[in-house]
Structures are given as C-alpha cells and as structure tokens.
C-alpha cells in the first residue's frame, strides 16, 4: 500500500517504519538521561533525533529497493548514527547549547544503535511485509496487462498483489492462464467475491466496448479505479515506456513549469553550491594536486565537455580529469566502461568517491545545471538516443543535475538499454519532481557516495 506525500508515493510500511525508530532514538537520549540522573533539554534532543533520522533516510534505509542482509543493515544504521553525531557536533558550532557533553552524546548513539537495531528486528516480526498489500484486479490480458505480469523485483511486488486477470472481448491472453478469471459475471460481482481493493485498466484498445458503466459502478462501491500507466509509475519508481502513449503526457498530472517552484528551486541551488564549495574546498585542493602530481605539472586539472542541457540547449559541464588526455584520440565519443583502461590512477579513486563531480558547482552557480535532475548527456549520444528511444527528449524539461532519481536507482549505464532505463526514471522525475523529493534524492546520494555504488 502506497500513499502520496508532496507528490512522492511512499510506502505505508516504510513510513510506519520511520515512525517506530524516530520514538526508538528519541528514547535513547531520555534512558541515557535517566541512567545517569540528568535530564537532557528537548532542544538537545530534537537535534539528535532530527540528525539520526536523517542519515538513517540518507543511508537508505528508508528505501523501497533495500536488499542488504541483516550485517548489511547495522553497518549502514551505525554509519548512520556516526555520521549524525558528526552533525550534531558541527550544529554545536553554530548554537553551543545543542551540544551534549562527549561521554554522553556517545552513550546516545550507543543506546540509539541498539534501540533502532531491535526496533527494526522486532518492527519486521510484528509487520509482514503482505500485511498492507492492496489486492488488485487487472482488466485486460494482452501486452498492456503481461507488462504487469512480468514485474519479478521483490521490491516493485511489496505494495500489492494480483488476484486476477479479467479478459476484455476479442483481447488474446498473454498473461498467466491460471490467473484468467471468466468475465461472464459481473464486474462488480468479481471484485467483491475477491475482496479487491483496486481496479487496473490494461486493455489493449479502449475504442473497442471500454466498460464505463461497470467501472463507474465499482468505482462508486468505493473501488478504486487506475489506469495502468499510473499504477507501474507508483509501483516501480519510473513512466514504464512499454505502455506509455502521448495523450497520458498531455493530460496526466505533472511535467508542469511552475515558476515558483523554479524560483525556489535555484535560490536552493545557489545557496546549496556555496555552502558545499565551502565544505569540500580541502578536497578539492588534494585532488587537483593529485593529479598534479600524476600526470605532471603542465597537465590539465580540470576536463571540459560539451553537454545538452535545459531545452536543448548546449553548455560545457566542468569535472575533474580522471581519463588520459588522449582518451578520445580520434574526437568519437565513446561510452565510459567497467575498468576502463582509460582512467588513471587518480581517476579511478575520485570517480569512485564521484570526486571527479565537484566542481560542477559551478556550472550550478551559472545557472546550467542544478542540483537534483536528469544527468547532462553529450550531444552526439542525445542525436542517436533521440532518434531511437521514444520520449528521451522529454527528458530536456528539467535542468540537467549532478545527482538524481536515476542515479540512485539504477548502476551507471553506458549502453542504449541503460538509457532507456535511466529515461524511465527521468522522466518520472521531471512529472514528479518537488523540494521534498529533491531533498530525499540527495540524502540517498550519500548513501551512493559512502559505499562507492554505481562509479566507474
């Protein structure tokens, strides 16, 4: 079961989850305050909470694809909880009085690690994961419903489970037999015997006998109805191609240019930019005297490359080097691979850490990237992607970002079909993007960072 925060669906489970450890830190400090006969002020303790919590989401351990076993799960809840207590440190600088004493801030995140820890083991008994499953009938058997029916990720499967398949006439089956439900009785009829909660239209061609009555009369029984396109975008994370067509981008909620969205959005931008200038300048130095050291000191520090960016338009996107100087001998673009030999040893470390990535705050401060949006590709792969893969212009609505909804969802793709996977997740966040959501993608990018996912 899902619901829509700010434009972003989120799991009921996750948030209930999220609910159950922010109580199971916020106990931490008043145990620790109790043990040793002094009560914390709030203030401190909101700090804590508010810090934990964050890195916890940042860690992705509020993610809907998280598969890292239980060993997996403490080293990310008590890298979490580490980096937090960093923050709250670093607050401290700013407002002393919202610092605990050391001994103490580290009896929190001792007592907070083994809270969140059994909370999380004891949340996992008391609530199975099919407990808030919506229990869907999918109208249509053809192409359109077989999409559904092939979604194997456990993740995408969680929030929901099919009870059937109801044929359409004259629609030939291309999902599982055993799954077909005989469409002589009534709709309705069937969606109540199943004790069905949603409704999926999948038909393969809606001119053709479309049961208005028989939905409107389910839909007023209190069933909802959706259309498929709708259902795979809040399942899956992404606008599923496969089953995309022009009228839904037209009418469908979403791809909206909101001036103060914009507005606000590049005042974030901006203000974001400076602040980590700010904050990575030392490491920035050591690299540039990395590769300094390296490739020589006539060598070339940073690398300069034609990008495509808002509405097409064309700027030059500014990372640290990290391949030879002769990587493209010939001027042809070449997709970066695994291992490729063409990274220096520099290279290999900072486009791992995405080092490599910083200085593209400039191009943030220029007004030519953001923050958070579809990654900036190079003209030469826009041209053959465009002509090829249905819809990736679309992707040209949103300022092209340094991280994003695709990052952190799929491993760096350097193939046409990786495109198109990563376009899927673009596009979902052009129709969806918000503060919030950009928010989240970025706490979820530390995670990518911290444990090295996705460079090359």
Same mark, same amino acid.
Request: hydrophobic letters at 50%; glycine letters at 6%.
């Given at each position: 079961m899902?619901?829509?925060?700010?434009?972003?669906?989120?799991?009921?489970?996750?948030?209930?989850?999220?609910?159950?450890?922010?109580?199971?830190?916020?106990?931490?400090?008043?145990?620790?305050?109790?043990?040793?006969?002094?009560?914390?002020?709030?203030?401190?303790?909101?700090?804590?909470?508010?810090?934990?919590?964050?890195?916890?989401?940042?860690?992705?351990?509020?993610?809907?694809?998280?598969?890292?076993?239980?060993l997996g799960?403490?080293?990310?809840?008590?890298?979490?909880?580490?980096?937090?207590?960093?923050?709250?440190?670093?607050?401290?600088?700013?407002?002393?009085?919202?610092?605990?004493?050391?001994?103490?801030?580290?009896l929190?995140?001792?007592?907070?690690?083994?809270?969140?820890?059994?909370?999380?083991?004891?949340?996992?008994?008391?609530?199975?994961?099919?407990?808030?499953?919506?229990?869907?009938?999918?109208?249509?058997?053809?192409?359109?419903a077989?999409?559904?029916?092939?979604?194997?990720?456990?993740?995408?499967?969680?929030?929901?489970a099919?009870?059937?398949?109801?044929?359409?006439?004259?629609?030939?089956?291309?999902?599982?037999?055993?799954?077909?439900?005989?469409?002589?009785?009534?709709?309705?009829?069937i969606?109540r015997?199943?004790?069905?909660?949603e409704?999926?239209?999948?038909?393969?061609?809606?001119?053709?006998?479309?049961?208005?009555?028989?939905?409107?009369?389910?839909?007023?029984?209190?069933?909802?109805?959706?259309?498929?396109?709708?259902?795979?975008?809040?399942?899956?994370?992404?606008?599923?191609?496969?089953?995309?067509?022009?009228?839904?981008?037209?009418?469908?909620?979403?791809?909206?240019?909101?001036?103060?969205?914009?507005?606000?959005?590049?005042?974030?931008?901006?203000?974001?930019a400076?602040?980590?200038?700010?904050?990575?300048?030392?490491?920035?130095?050591?690299?540039?005297?990395?590769?300094?050291?390296?490739?020589?000191? =006539?060598?070339?520090?940073?690398? %300069?490359?034609? #990008?495509?960016?808002?509405?097409g338009? *064309?700027?030059? @996107? !500014? &990372?640290?080097?990290?391949?030879?100087?002769?990587?493209?001998?010939?001027?042809?673009?070449?997709?970066?691979?695994?291992?490729?030999?063409?990274?220096? =040893?520099?290279?290999?470390?900072? %486009?791992?850490? #995405?080092?490599?990535?910083?200085?593209? *705050?400039?191009? @943030? !401060? &220029?007004?030519?990237?953001?923050?958070?949006?579809?990654?900036?590709?190079?003209?030469?792969?826009v041209?053959?992607?465009?002509?090829?893969?249905?819809?990736?212009?679309?992707?040209?609505?949103?300022?092209?970002?340094?991280?994003?909804?695709?990052?952190?969802?799929?491993?760096?793709?350097?193939?046409?079909?990786?495109?198109?996977?990563?376009?899927?997740?673009?596009?979902?966040?052009?129709?969806?993007?918000?503060?919030?959501?950009?928010l989240?993608?970025?706490?979820?990018?530390?995670?990518?960072?911290?444990?090295?996912?996705?460079?090359?």
């Amino acid at each position: 079961m899902t619901i829509s925060l700010f434009r972003h669906y989120v799991r009921v489970p996750l948030l209930l989850l999220a609910l159950f450890e922010v109580a199971a830190i916020a106990s931490a400090p008043l145990l620790v305050g109790w043990a040793l006969s002094r009560r914390p002020p709030f203030a401190q303790i909101a700090i804590f909470v508010v810090a934990c919590n964050l890195c916890l989401i940042a860690m992705g351990l509020y993610s809907a694809g998280q598969r890292a076993r239980p060993l997996g799960l403490l080293v990310r809840i008590a890298m979490a909880l580490a980096l937090a207590m960093a923050i709250v440190v670093l607050v401290s600088f700013f407002a002393p009085a919202l610092l605990p004493q050391r001994a103490e801030l580290l009896l929190w995140g001792g007592t907070a690690f083994v809270l969140a820890s059994l909370g999380r083991m004891v949340f996992e008994k008391l609530v199975p994961d099919d407990i808030f499953r919506r229990r869907v009938l999918v109208y249509g058997v053809g192409s359109r419903a077989a999409s559904l029916a092939a979604l194997r990720r456990r993740t995408d499967l969680r929030a929901f489970a099919v009870v059937g398949y109801i044929p359409p006439t004259g629609e030939a089956p291309l999902v599982p037999h055993e799954q077909v439900i005989s469409s002589e009785s009534d709709l309705l009829v069937i969606a109540r015997r199943e004790d069905v909660d949603e409704i999926v239209v999948a038909m393969e061609d809606r001119r053709r006998e479309f049961p208005v009555r028989t939905l409107l009369e389910c839909r007023l029984a209190g069933i909802e109805i959706t259309d498929l396109v709708d259902f795979l975008e809040r399942e899956t994370g992404k606008v599923r191609l496969d089953v995309l067509n022009p009228s839904w981008m037209i009418f469908g909620e979403g791809f909206k240019r909101d001036p103060i969205r914009r507005t606000t959005k590049r005042v974030c931008d901006v203000a974001a930019a400076v602040l980590l200038l700010l904050l990575t300048w030392p490491i920035m130095l050591v690299t540039a005297i990395a590769i300094l050291l390296e490739d020589g000191l =006539r060598s070339d520090i940073f690398y %300069r490359q034609r #990008r495509v960016g808002f509405e097409g338009e *064309v700027f030059d @996107v !500014l &990372k640290f080097r990290s391949m030879r100087r002769d990587a493209e001998p010939d001027g042809r673009p070449q997709w970066a691979s695994k291992a490729d030999p063409r990274v220096t =040893r520099v290279g290999a470390v900072i %486009r791992k850490l #995405r080092i490599d990535e910083l200085p593209q *705050v400039i191009n @943030v !401060l &220029k007004g030519d990237m953001s923050f958070v949006g579809p990654r900036p590709e190079r003209p030469e792969f826009v041209s053959a992607l465009g002509d090829t893969i249905p819809y990736y212009i679309e992707r040209h609505c949103a300022k092209p970002g340094i991280t994003g909804w695709a990052q952190i969802c799929y491993p760096y793709g350097a193939s046409e079909r990786d495109a198109t996977e990563k376009l899927q997740y673009d596009l979902y966040y052009v129709k969806n993007h918000s503060l919030l959501f950009d928010l989240m993608i970025l706490l979820q990018t530390v995670e990518i960072v911290l444990m090295g996912k996705g460079g090359r």
